[in-house]
């Protein structure tokens, strides 16, 4: 047995092996040691290796997939090793013959399709970055839904789209550069190496066309050879880790750059569209707005926020869609149907890698059910082209349906192992083995009562043993008739006791046989009928995908126009103009957390709208606190919202197509690459404007904080000028300094808007309204002492604040402010002066000196205690 295990182990030495004995996955060996510490399960010891004792773990067959996922998610890869046979068979080759064994999928954090490894409303891609010559490519693929997508990219841009999809998994040839590795490490991806024949285009294609049973890829598009070679490393892989058996995926669909609003890194981050700068989805823009009913349908809302669209068709038809859904009447019956559809596309990909059971079959008949529902409910309705589309999606698989109804229970199983999943009356033959397993006593005293009746014995008794099996029975004063014609031709005689002769019958045989049998073969009925129902449905694949993606097309448009109606958001008018004017715009997740509070909102103006060849940038100054930060957000937001083809949080919003959102908002630092907070924040400028182009939407704030106020000065001075000149943005541009504001009257297209505050008894009061004009301070030390700063501190601020002021800003401290008011002077902190010393002991030292603590009683101490009380008051 340890040779086989070394010689499967030595085929995947990168991946620990669940080695499967009996009712567990055992390991051995470091696997067994790294498996031990990563489970936390305890390590065993079992025979010898070399001499030294052979470490030992494992876990249950059954409680598997949890371990699965401890394992994917501290970055393992786990190989699992089957039995291929029954002992018993093993045994036929020799008494101490292998049972044979061999690994039948390797599982990857990018090739999880159980739904407990998984998150439902998360898509898992897989990801293969391709480079053939000059061009680089990048394809993806859930595995779990079918979804496989290609796109042809730069370098520069690969970044950007793999903080977009955040695959689990990245694919890479052994040739990839060195670059391209560096930048995957500094994205945090550890990437799969696969060698350079994964990668070859020719391969590829041939690949590619076998698995869709085509002659050719150009039926689904133009792919060039490395957009080809990335297809054809997924599927590769894919037939490595799963053995041969390729998963349901959807013909490759082609994504390009400019059909996408472009957003890179730094800026999903900034702007927390699908997860928070905590890491969790708990405060970011997708849970704000996430109000759909299924998990496919929460999976495209979250690919919708990921990639809004530039395309205005695609904007407008997604728009009139939710449009209607706030509109009809249907909406509650609609969501309510929703909220019963399952899973499908998992399912199917399930059945289709061979992993599912009975109740994937009853997942797609009841995604089939509430499909044909809601197909019934829009029936007459006014759709638009969207949903018309989606609708007739819905439609045409009735007799699967039929199928599936007739031959499934309510309630099946989790496994066809364990049986009982098809409904009665489905199989006649299946009908009469359940009886039999389930009521062989009555068929048995059916038959004893018949054969009493043709024999004239009514003494005659069917029993049972461990020896002879079934057996009828009579008394020894009957045997002579049953053994005589023409009773003897029925009732074949078996054993003569003192008081009983026993018979059986050819049919008694049958039945025994039968009624032994009756489980497994019931069992194997059922496996049967799982297969022929598993094809039926795999035969309909494509039309059950077009089906999964309908729903979730209503659910998405539909859980929009809640939202809208819900918190009173506005159609936006998006159009190919360069206009961008919102009125009374909000922060969608600020909004919804204040409401959640019982608090409402300030809303707020923006209008950055921009003639045909100018800018347009308010530059925006105030307090910390007063919520600059905030509006730079909702104002990004609500372009991102738009172009994703919902309604926004404004009374109004006309938005011109944005191509690009860049956000250099808030501090951060990375130190593993040796970076500080300002070398973050340049490099994240510089990509800024040196990408941005006139359709780009920029928000930018505090630029030049992080070094000395002339320099931070300066360069924030010149970025706003680039802005203007030469990238030409729609921008929102927020600082303190304030030198800036005089930038309005010498730039064309650049506005200075500020946000109020107002002082009230020497408090500052936040407003969290933005208007014209500039801020003449920024309330530093105001907002310092609401984050709680010792009163010693803020004074001496104060101080040290008005001094400044008084003199020449940027220069050296007056040297008044040095000599007469150190920084930790006395009366800075508010310390009195320590007392001069006097010459000679005080009374109260005297009197100390003359007592003797071991002499004095407890009364005695108290007394002495109380004088000298009396010596310090004099």
């Not at 929460?298 to 919708?304: F, K, S, Y």
Request: a negative charge.
């Amino acid at each position: 047995m340890m040779a086989q295990y070394l010689e499967i182990k030595a085929q995947y030495p990168d991946a620990l092996l669940f080695y499967r004995m009996g009712d567990f996955y055992e390991m051995f060996f470091d696997d067994a040691v790294a498996a031990s510490e990563a489970l936390d399960i305890a390590l065993t010891k079992r025979g010898k290796h070399g001499g030294e004792d052979i470490p030992m773990c494992g876990v249950p067959v059954h409680a598997a997939e949890g371990y699965l996922l401890t394992l994917i998610r501290k970055g393992f890869r786990v190989a699992v090793g089957e039995q291929l046979e029954s002992p018993e068979k093993a045994k036929k080759r020799g008494y101490k013959a292998v049972v044979k064994r061999d690994v039948v999928r390797l599982v990857t954090p990018g090739t999880l399709t159980e739904d407990s490894l998984l998150e439902a409303r998360r898509h898992n891609y897989l990801a293969a970055i391709a480079h053939v010559r000059d061009t680089f490519a990048l394809a993806w693929a859930d595995i779990s839904t079918g979804a496989f997508n290609v796109m042809p990219l730069s370098q520069a841009r690969i970044g950007a789209e793999l903080a977009r999809l955040a695959p689990a998994e990245v694919l890479t040839s052994e040739t990839t550069e060195t670059a391209l590795r560096d930048m995957l490490s500094d994205l945090g991806i550890e990437a799969t190496v696969l060698g350079a024949a994964s990668f070859d285009s020719t391969g590829a294609e041939a690949r590619l066309t076998k698995l869709f049973g085509v002659t050719s890829l150009s039926g689904f598009g133009d792919f060039d050879r490395a957009q080809c070679a990335a297809m054809g490393a997924i599927v590769d892989y894919l037939d490595i880790t799963q053995k041969g058996r390729l998963p349901l995926l959807r013909p490759p669909r082609s994504e390009t750059v400019n059909r996408l609003m472009q957003i890179d890194a730094a800026t999903r981050r900034n702007l927390e569209l699908t997860a928070s700068l905590q890491g969790g989805r708990a405060g970011s823009l997708l849970a704000s707005v996430d109000r759909t009913a299924t998990a496919a349908g929460a999976r495209l809302l979250e690919r919708r926020i990921s990639s809004p669209s530039r395309d205005l068709t695609v904007i407008r038809d997604r728009l009139a869609a939710v449009h209607w859904a706030t509109q009809t009447p249907l909406a509650k019956a609609l969501r309510d149907a929703l909220r019963r559809v399952p899973d499908l596309d998992r399912a199917l990909s399930r059945l289709g890698l061979d992993r599912g059971g009975p109740r994937d079959l009853a997942t797609v008949r009841n995604a089939l059910a509430q499909g044909a529902q809601i197909y019934e409910a829009l029936e007459g309705a006014d759709l638009p082209e969207l949903l018309e589309e989606a609708k007739q999606s819905l439609t045409g698989q009735q007799s699967l349906l039929s199928l599936l109804e007739d031959a499934l229970i309510a309630e099946p199983p989790l496994m066809a192992r364990d049986g009982g999943f098809i409904a009665p009356g489905y199989d006649g033959s299946l009908d009469e083995a359940r009886t039999l397993r389930d009521e062989g006593r009555g068929v048995i005293a059916q038959m004893q009562a018949r054969y009493a009746e043709e024999t004239g014995v009514s003494a005659l008794k069917i029993k049972h043993n461990n020896v002879l099996g079934y057996f009828i029975e009579t008394t020894a004063t009957h045997g002579p008739k049953m053994m005589a014609p023409p009773l003897s031709e029925t009732f074949i005689h078996r054993q003569t006791t003192a008081n009983q002769v026993r018979f059986t019958t050819v049919e008694l045989s049958e039945l025994e046989t039968r009624i032994l049998n009756a489980g497994n073969q019931a069992l194997e009925i059922e496996k049967r009928l799982y297969e022929r129902l598993k094809r039926a449905i795999l035969e309909e694949a494509p039309a059950l995908s077009d089906l999964a993606l309908a729903l979730a097309e209503i659910d998405v448009s539909l859980g929009l126009a809640d939202l809208a109606r819900q918190r009173d958001w506005c159609e936006p008018y998006v159009d190919d103009s360069r206009a961008f004017h919102v009125e009374a715009g909000r922060h969608p997740v600020v909004e919804d957390a204040l409401l959640k509070a019982g608090t409402s909102f300030v809303s707020n103006d923006c209008d950055l709208s921009a003639d045909s060849s100018g800018a347009a940038v308010i530059l925006l100054t105030g307090p910390n606190m007063a919520g600059k930060s905030t509006y730079l957000r909702q104002n990004a937001l609500i372009a991102l919202l738009a172009q994703m083809g919902s309604f926004v949080p404004a009374s109004t919003a006309h938005i011109g197509i944005v191509s690009q959102i860049f956000s250099r908002v808030g501090a951060s630092d990375d130190l593993a690459r040796g970076r500080s907070t300002f070398m973050v924040e340049m490099v994240e400028t510089a990509a800024i404007l040196n990408q941005a182009d006139d359709r780009a939407l920029v928000i930018l704030d505090e630029i030049g904080r992080g070094t000395a106020t002339y320099d931070g000065l300066s360069i924030a001075w010149a970025t706003l000028e680039h802005l203007q000149s030469v990238n030409r943005v729609r921008g929102l541009f927020a600082t303190h300094y304030h030198e800036l504001t005089q930038l309005a009257g010498t730039l064309d297209g650049v506005k200075n808007a500020t946000v109020a505050v107002k002082e009230w008894d020497g408090e500052v009061i936040f407003l969290h309204e933005v208007r014209d004009g500039a801020a003449d301070r920024s309330y530093g030390v105001q907002v310092a002492q609401l984050a709680g700063l010792p009163k010693a501190v803020i004074e001496r601020a104060r101080t040290v604040l008005n001094a400044l002021e008084e003199g020449e800003r940027g220069r050296a401290a007056p040297k008044a402010l040095i000599d007469d008011l150190p920084l930790f002077s006395a009366a800075a902190l508010s310390v009195e002066p320590a007392a001069s010393p006097k010459s000679g002991p005080s009374p109260v030292e005297q009197k100390l000196a003359a007592m003797m603590p071991d002499d004095m009683t407890p009364r005695d101490a108290l007394e002495a205690l109380y004088a000298l009380k009396a010596a310090l008051d004099e």
